[in-house]
């Protein structure tokens, strides 16, 4: 049994509807959905956008993209923007083999991220 993914949430009084998380450790079957649990209670708040920095991400298994994949969906319903950023090299290859990476904004740092989510109108 997988320990719980880790989650650090990161404020942003330039982005107000925006949640931007941090996430940490092995996403699997084990716990992927009390992290969906967790990321439902996150976005009641009615957060447009969603950042999730996967640096200390080291792996995900098909229930956790499924959980990815929820999430898109329900910041889409919201006419949102869902970003992923610093993508661990695996989850690169994972994305890039299973064509995920055109259903997700991919951005090389937070930071990257960030600056482009505040041109856009959906953040505000």
Do not use: K, W
Not at 17 to 35: C, F, P, Q
Not at 57 to 86: H, K, N, P, Q
């Amino acid at each position: 049994m997988t320990d719980a993914v880790q989650l650090a949430l990161h404020p942003d009084d330039t982005l107000p509807r925006t949640l931007i998380v941090t996430l940490s450790g092995e996403l699997d079957y084990d716990n992927a959905e009390a992290l969906h649990t967790r990321f439902l209670a996150l976005l009641a708040d009615d957060y447009r956008c969603l950042v999730l920095d996967l640096t200390e991400l080291t792996f995900c298994d098909s229930t956790g993209i499924r959980i990815f994949l929820a999430l898109r969906e329900l910041i889409d319903d919201r006419g949102g923007i869902i970003a992923l950023t610093d993508l661990h090299p695996r989850l690169v290859r994972i994305f890039q083999m299973t064509g995920l990476v055109q259903f997700f904004a991919v951005h090389p740092s937070r930071a990257d991220a960030l600056a482009i989510l505040r041109d856009q109108p959906s953040a505000s």
